[in-house]
């Protein structure tokens, strides 16, 4: 009976450090997770690297989808359709208005072109100088939203209306030669024709102005905010780029986004400290007590 009494403690004394090392490390893992999710100041090098890097990953995959033109078209059909029992098909109409005055369309095709890049950078720029502590959560609702847009583009090809058959919409950029659309005139083979589901124009723009409400201290400029999704809406319409429910997926893929940023931060964007404090020096890491 010893013998076995002395087994049984041995075991025991082995088998007792076992749970300690376990805690520790789960400890150990839920500090690198807590580390990861906390807010911390960006770099510019990494972001103008992490930004380039990802919109022409963004722009390959878009153009790397297959262009299937008679699912596009057929798709499209249903969409119209679609829109005529909802009563809310009036783009043919928006369309036809606004051509008809050349300095407003003009105006609209160089707008569609130009603004979605450069307010969107013009905002991630403000955020980065002004809003540090919420620019990785900001900058990653915009990046998700971009993310699950690419699966939407896969999964559903869909012809603008401009370029369906039947119907009698105008492909403002081809009429009034300008510069406004990758997948019009000469440009039409450098960019996937049918991926306008959803529209990225209003995942962004929306992105945008959400952003500038939410954080903005001017109020007109909060105004501005909440104008500009607006207006790039009654743009993509009357230049006959997109649907009206393009621009419902474009604001489901932004949901998708805000969801994405709330998980890992465990908060809204907005919600998090503008400012976070920056890292000690190396002088001053190496007076910070260590501990056991």
Same mark, same amino acid.
Request: hydrophobic share 50%; with cysteine; net charge positive.
């Given at each position: 009976? @010893?013998?076995?009494?002395?087994?049984? /403690?041995? @075991?025991?004394?082995?088998?007792?450090?076992?749970?300690?090392?376990?805690?520790?490390?789960?400890?150990?893992?839920?500090?690198?997770?807590?580390?990861?999710?906390?807010?911390?100041?960006?770099?510019?090098?990494?972001?103008?690297?992490?930004?380039?890097?990802?919109?022409? /990953?963004?722009?390959?995959?878009?153009?790397?989808?297959?262009?299937?033109?008679?699912?596009?078209?057929?798709?499209?059909?249903?969409?119209?359709?679609?829109?005529?029992?909802?009563?809310?098909?009036?783009?043919?109409?928006?369309?036809? +208005?606004?051509?008809?005055?050349?300095?407003?369309?003009?105006?609209?095709?160089?707008?569609?072109?130009?603004?979605?890049?450069?307010?969107?950078? @013009?905002?991630?720029?403000?955020?980065?100088?002004?809003?540090?502590?919420?620019?990785?959560?900001?900058?990653?609702?915009?990046?998700?939203? /971009?993310?699950?847009?690419?699966?939407?583009?896969?999964?559903?090809?869909?012809?603008?209306?401009?370029?369906?058959?039947?119907?009698?919409?105008?492909?403002?950029?081809?009429?009034?030669?300008?510069?406004?659309?990758? +997948?019009?005139?000469?440009?039409?083979?450098?960019?996937?024709?049918?991926?306008?589901?959803?529209?990225?124009?209003?995942?962004?723009?929306?992105?945008?102005?959400?952003?500038?409400?939410?954080?903005?201290?001017?109020?007109?400029?909060?105004?501005?905010?909440?104008?500009?999704?607006?207006?790039?809406?009654?743009?993509?319409?009357?230049?006959?780029?997109?649907?009206?429910?393009?621009?419902?997926?474009?604001?489901?893929?932004?949901?998708?986004?805000?969801?994405?940023?709330?998980?890992?931060?465990?908060?809204?964007?907005?919600?998090?400290?503008?400012?976070?404090?920056?890292?000690?020096?190396?002088?001053?890491?190496?007076?910070?007590?260590?501990?056991?």
């Amino acid at each position: 009976m @010893g013998e076995t009494t002395v087994t049984a /403690t041995e @075991g025991l004394q082995q088998a007792g450090p076992a749970p300690v090392a376990d805690e520790v490390e789960g400890r150990a893992g839920q500090d690198f997770l807590r580390r990861l999710r906390r807010p911390r100041r960006p770099r510019l090098w990494f972001e103008i690297l992490l930004i380039a890097v990802s919109y022409w /990953t963004y722009s390959l995959v878009r153009n790397a989808v297959p262009e299937q033109k008679a699912q596009a078209l057929r798709n499209a059909d249903w969409i119209w359709k679609a829109e005529h029992h909802l009563g809310i098909a009036v783009e043919e109409s928006v369309n036809h +208005a606004v051509n008809s005055v050349t300095w407003l369309i003009v105006g609209m095709n160089y707008y569609y072109a130009t603004l979605h890049f450069i307010v969107t950078l @013009g905002v991630l720029v403000w955020l980065f100088r002004s809003h540090p502590g919420r620019y990785a959560a900001t900058r990653m609702v915009l990046f998700a939203t /971009t993310g699950v847009a690419l699966v939407g583009y896969y999964l559903y090809p869909l012809a603008p209306p401009r370029l369906m058959n039947g119907n009698d919409f105008i492909d403002t950029v081809v009429v009034h030669q300008t510069w406004g659309s990758m +997948a019009s005139g000469d440009l039409k083979n450098m960019s996937n024709q049918y991926a306008a589901m959803p529209s990225m124009h209003i995942g962004w723009s929306v992105w945008c102005g959400l952003t500038i409400f939410a954080l903005a201290s001017v109020p007109w400029v909060r105004v501005l905010g909440l104008l500009y999704p607006t207006a790039t809406l009654v743009v993509i319409v009357a230049t006959a780029n997109h649907f009206w429910l393009d621009a419902v997926g474009g604001l489901l893929c932004l949901a998708f986004g805000f969801a994405v940023a709330w998980v890992w931060y465990g908060s809204l964007p907005y919600a998090l400290p503008r400012l976070v404090p920056a890292p000690p020096r190396r002088q001053e890491r190496r007076l910070l007590p260590t501990r056991a």
